[in-house]
T-cell receptor, first 114, second 116 residues
Framework: KNQVEQSPQSLIILEGKNCTLQ??????????LRWYKQDTGRGPVSLTI?????NTKSNGRYTATLDADTKQSSLHITASQLSDSASYIC?????????????FGKGTLLTVNP | DSGVTQTPKHLITATGQRVTLRCSPR?????VYWYQQSLDQGLQFLIQ???????AKGNILERFSAQQFPDLHSELNLSSLELGDSALYFC???????????????FGPGTRLTVL
């Protein structure tokens, strides 16, 4: 069964600190993995997408990594800001062609305190 | 602003009632997706339409139905509402069918439904 597990469920850090969020998946065959940021009460916004051949991709202070062998991805946030407080959702797509499926993780709720 | 619009922003109704949520996709996007997000659940995919035709179904209840019109806007109809249907309902749109690297889904601001 295709599953996406995210950890931790929630995280509280101080402004300026770094943090790493984890995403483990069992989706097969794998096509790509997206990280979304969802502010409270708003729609998710894509941060980055990782395809099979990519190991690392950065978007400003956000760096995503992918290990397709161990089926793990991480999202590293550097020098956190108050505006980073949000839920971060990992979404994995299988390579089913027109019968593809997206599997969503439940998200990690990040709180950045001053 | 993602370019996807949803109305209404908030909806409060009673059990047993029927409501319609509306979504206008980004200009040029042919695919529309509907999601439900409850307090303790992640995003749950409900249904997808592409250029007016249903293309994929997720965990959508029989009491729920959707359609996409010729102008590509979509409506999600929820009937015989129950307390457990209270949730945020998101619409997303994308250019094509598949969730590939060049077919990102853009999410709307959501409709918060409260069933009393």
């Amino acid at each position: 069964k295709n599953q996406v597990e995210q950890s931790p469920q929630s995280l509280i850090i101080l402004e300026g600190k770094n943090c790493t969020l984890q995403c483990n998946y069992t989706v097969s065959p794998f096509s790509n993995l997206r990280w979304y940021k969802q502010d409270t009460g708003r729609g998710p916004v894509s941060l980055t997408i990782m395809t099979f051949s990519e190991n690392t991709k950065s978007n400003g202070r956000y760096t995503a990594t992918l290990d397709a062998d161990t089926k793990q991805s991480s999202l590293h946030i550097t020098a956190s800001q108050l505006s980073d407080s949000a839920s971060y959702i990992c979404v994995v797509r299988n390579s089913g062609g027109s019968n593809y499926k997206l599997t969503f993780g439940k998200g990690t709720l990040l709180t950045v305190n001053p | 602003d993602s370019g996807v619009t949803q109305t209404p922003k908030h909806l409060i109704t009673a059990t047993g009632q029927r409501v319609t949520l509306r979504c206008s996709p980004r200009s040029g996007d042919l695919s529309v997706y509907w999601y439900q997000q409850s307090l303790d659940q992640g995003l749950q995919f409900l249904i997808q339409y592409y250029n007016g035709e249903e293309r994929a179904k997720g965990n959508i209840l029989e009491r729920f139905s959707a359609q996409q019109f010729p102008d590509l806007h979509s409506e999600l109809n929820l009937s015989s509402l129950e307390l457990g249907d209270s949730a945020l309902y998101f619409c997303a749109s994308s250019v094509g069918l598949a969730g590939g690297p060049y077919n990102e889904q853009f999410f709307g601001p959501g409709t918060r439904l409260t069933v009393l």
